[in-house]
Structures are given as structure tokens and as C-alpha cells.
């Protein structure tokens, strides 16, 4: 399975992105999806994710009520909306589907996209 994440770019501080993240084959529809990033200089962290049919959706602290996670199963798409984007969402952003239908432990996400910059001007 091969991830494909797209539409990073550069946004002001206040301003929006949305991720996608696209499967090959559509491989991923009965698994969860999880988005993480990685600042320069920092580990790499969770910043949502969601369960196979979209009944669950996690997030981090540092993100709730800013991003939106969803899916289209029948397009094989994973989206990451972000809004009121703040300098420190800086990162490169990487989606990643678990071998599993409902979110559980990091290690659980096997397939990993190529990631999306992300830069958030102040």
C-alpha cells in the first residue's frame, strides 16, 4: 500500500489548509487513518485520526477545534482541514493507515505517505 499526502503549502498565521491523503488501490478503506507531523529539530506526533468509518475521530490537544479529520471511503481519501493555522503547525505532515479498522497504538499504523510541508507564517 502506498500513501500519497498533497496540499501542504504556505499559510498565514489565522489562514487554512486541507490535507489529502490518497491510497493506491484504495487499500486503506477498512483500516484507520491517522495524521502525524514533524517540526525541524522535534519528534515526530499524533495529530488525529480516524476509525474505518468515520465514527471515531481522535485529536491532539494542540489541534481540537481547529482540525478536522474525515474520510471518503468511496474515493479512497483521507482529509486533514486546518483552520486558524498558528506558526508552530509548521511541520511536515505524513498520513499513515494502522492495520487495524479503529485507532490503537502508534505502531499499529504500517503504511506511511511521503508527507506535505506545511509552513504558517506569522
Known amino acids: 500500500v502506498q500513501l500519497q499526502a498533497s496540499g501542504g503549502g504556505l499559510a498565514q498565521a489565522g489562514g487554512s489548509l486541507r490535507l489529502s491523503c490518497a491510497a493506491s488501490r484504495n487499500t486503506f478503506s477498512n483500516n484507520a487513518v491517522a495524521w502525524f507531523r514533524q517540526a525541524p529539530g522535534k519528534e515526530r506526533e499524533f495529530v488525529a485520526s480516524?476509525?474505518?468509518?468515520?465514527?471515531?475521530?481522535d485529536y491532539a490537544d494542540s489541534v481540537k477545534g481547529r482540525f478536522t479529520i474525515s474520510r471518503d471511503r468511496p474515493k479512497g481519501a483521507v482529509y486533514l482541514q486546518m483552520n486558524s493555522l498558528k506558526p508552530e503547525d509548521t511541520a511536515v505532515y505524513y498520513c499513515?493507515?494502522?492495520?487495524?479498522?479503529?485507532?490503537?497504538?502508534?505502531?499499529?499504523?504500517?503504511?506511511w505517505g511521503q508527507g506535505t510541508q506545511v509552513t504558517v507564517s506569522s
Open positions: 480516524i476509525s474505518w468509518n468515520g465514527g471515531r475521530k
Open positions: 499513515a493507515a494502522s492495520l487495524r479498522p479503529y485507532q490503537g497504538a502508534t505502531d499499529d499504523y504500517r503504511y
